[in-house]
């Protein structure tokens, strides 16, 4: 990797810290400035982060390939969980989907 991307635990990770590339990219992508994103996390310094950004821009096609699986692994997860408990995720929803209006938020 690189000073600025670190691999461990089966992630990549922006440098020491805990943020992944991912959740950084993923930001990024939806237009926020790498400043915005120093303010959302104060602990990854600044030139980490541009740093990050310019190691994925490098490594677009693997890295993109990379949280796909990540992506699919992910899902395949979540919907193993939800056959396995399958009344703790409906209870859940219907106590969401109640708590919406008094919340003031709208159903996706």
Same mark, same amino acid.
């Given at each position: ?5 670190? !691999?461990?635990? %089966?992630?990549?990770?922006? %440098? ?13 992508? !939806? %237009?926020?400035? *790498?400043?915005?994103? =120093? @303010?959302?996390? *104060?602990?990854? *310094?600044?030139?980490?982060?541009? %740093?990050?950004?310019? #190691? +994925?821009?490098? =490594? ?13 692994? @992910?899902?395949?997860?979540?919907? !193993?969980?939800? !056959?396995? #408990?399958?009344?703790? +995720?409906? @209870? ?17």
């Amino acid at each position: 990797m690189t000073a600025y991307v670190e !691999s461990r635990e %089966g992630n990549l990770y922006v %440098g020491q810290s805990r943020v992944t590339l991912q959740t950084l990219i993923e930001a990024w992508q !939806s %237009g926020r400035t *790498p400043e915005q994103l =120093h @303010d959302s996390f *104060p602990t990854v *310094p600044l030139v980490a982060i541009y %740093g990050a950004i310019t #190691h +994925y821009l490098e =490594h677009k096609n693997e890295a993109d390939a990379f949280f796909r699986e990540g992506d699919e692994i @992910d899902a395949l997860r979540q919907a !193993s969980d939800e !056959s396995a #408990h399958k009344e703790f +995720y409906t @209870d859940m929803r219907e106590r969401f989907e109640q708590a919406r209006p008094r919340l003031g938020i709208q159903a996706s």
